[in-house]
């Protein structure tokens, strides 16, 4: 096990164990209440009303409870929030394939994250019979980030993720939410982390905006999600805006860009988590192995317990279309060409070979006119 430092801002001991115990690096308590005025649901709103959202309907659907954990747990007082640190040095990558955001390199975390907090929340309830209690990680309404920085264990940076004194922004949230009343951490503890130099970005810096090769962080703390690669390659389930479909790059799943040119993310550290550390898609996949994958039964055997597994076999197989020609993968052009023509075995709903073929057909299209260029 490799030793980590965790961060707790002051919270109650009995609690701060019960954390701790579960291998949990980072934990705040936040109080239960929606911030002052109506700024921040409004400013939510006209998000949404911009469609900065995509496809990603659910965002919309749950914007009543963004802010207000009452919504999710009547006589919701506080927040237990936990974060767990899934940082990994990048190996390596050989030729033929694409990238993997370190998120999902491993298990999912909503299970690893989701089964410790199932674990506290019946210690809790045992312990506290006549209290309420639920527990969330990342499918939530809940603006987790908002709650999180309010529980002192990190501030929103400009790309728009939580960073912690101790992990930087490599960590993933999850949270209990109860109807006790709790002395709350506070916001400040965030900058303490930080030795009060760094309780916000560095001034002057905009490496994370200025690296967005789809332009997705159109300004500080702003993100139009429907270009970011993340959904791109990950939530949305439709064909790839031809226009970003060069910038995705390399990614098959997921982006790191922007937190990997983040200065404050020196602070990083390996993660000491056995269920990150085991690759099940690892850090890379080939794309000859995704472009063949022929049946659903093929892709959960192989992708089983691991995040790849929310963008589905044709979603993967849209992508891998995506980086052979962004990667110059002419070796591929023999399978490109029959997903193009229909002729491959693959599946039998019409929308989606329709797509599949559309993106092998781009693929073929950029790689030949790459040859006829040189
Ligand atoms: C939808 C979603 C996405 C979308 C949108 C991303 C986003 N930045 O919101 C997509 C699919 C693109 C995405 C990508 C990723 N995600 Co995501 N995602 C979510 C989810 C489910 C909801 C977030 C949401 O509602 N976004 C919509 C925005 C508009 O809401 P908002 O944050 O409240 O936005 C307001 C604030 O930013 C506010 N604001 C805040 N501070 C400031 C300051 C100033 C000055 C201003 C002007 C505004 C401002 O203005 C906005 C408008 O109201 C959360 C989990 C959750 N339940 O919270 C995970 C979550 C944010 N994702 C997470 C992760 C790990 C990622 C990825 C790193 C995965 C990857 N490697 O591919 C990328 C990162 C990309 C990026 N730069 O954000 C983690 C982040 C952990 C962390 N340390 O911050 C979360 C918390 C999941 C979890 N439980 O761990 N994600
Ligand atoms: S994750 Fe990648 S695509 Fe998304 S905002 Fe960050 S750099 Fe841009």
């Known amino acids: 096990m490799i030793s980590q430092q965790p961060y707790f801002p002051p919270v109650p001991d009995h609690l701060a164990e019960l954390f701790h115990a579960e291998g949990l690096g980072l934990m705040g308590i936040a109080p239960a209440v929606p911030p002052a005025g109506s700024e921040h649901d409004d400013d939510y709103r006209t998000w949404l009303e911009r469609g900065f959202h995509g496809s990603m309907a659910y965002l919309q659907r749950h914007a009543h409870g963004k802010y207000h954990p009452e919504a999710m747990l009547p ?12 940082y990994q040095h990048a190996p390596e990558r050989p030729a033929g394939a694409g990238r993997i955001a370190r998120y999902a390199w491993g298990r999912d975390y909503h299970k690893t994250l989701g089964k410790r907090l199932l674990r506290i929340r019946r210690r809790l309830e045992e312990r506290f019979p006549d209290h309420g209690f639920r527990n969330f990680t990342d499918a939530t309404p809940l603006a987790e980030r908002y709650f999180a920085e309010q529980a002192g264990i990190g501030f929103q940076g400009r790309n728009t993720l939580l960073i912690s004194g101790q992990y930087g922004s490599w960590f993933v949230l999850g949270e209990i939410l109860t109807t006790m009343e709790l002395s709350v951490s506070s916001p400040s503890a965030a900058a303490g982390q930080f030795g009060n130099r760094h309780g916000a970005c560095p001034r002057s810096c905009t490496k994370c905006i200025d690296v967005c090769p789809t332009g997705a962080l159109y300004a500080p703390h702003r993100i139009d999600a429907s270009r970011c690669i993340s959904y791109l390659t990950i939530e949305h389930s439709g064909s790839i805006p031809v226009e970003l479909r060069r910038g995705m790059r390399d990614w ?123």
């Not at 006589?75 to 899934?86: F, P, V």
């Not at 794309?287 to 691991?306: C, H, I, N, P």
């Open 75 to 86: 006589g919701c007082r506080s927040i237990l929030i936990a974060g767990l640190n899934y």
């Open 252 to 374: 098959l799943f997921g982006c790191d860009l922007c937190q990997e040119v983040c200065p404050l993310n020196v602070r990083r550290q390996v993660t000491g988590e056995s269920d990150f550390l085991q690759a099940r898609a690892g850090d890379h996949l080939d794309l000859t192995e995704l472009l063949a994958m022929e049946s659903d039964k093929d892709f959960l055997q192989r992708f089983a317990g691991s995040p790849v597994m929310r963008a589905g076999r044709i979603g993967m197989m849209r992508n891998a279309c995506v980086v052979a020609a962004n990667t110059g993968a002419h070796e591929l052009l023999p399978r490109l060409r029959q997903l193009a023509d229909g002729t491959a075995r693959y599946s039998a709903d019409p929308a989606e070979r329709a797509m599949i073929a559309e993106h092998a057909a781009w693929a073929v299209s950029e790689l030949m006119s790459e040859t006829s260029r040189h």
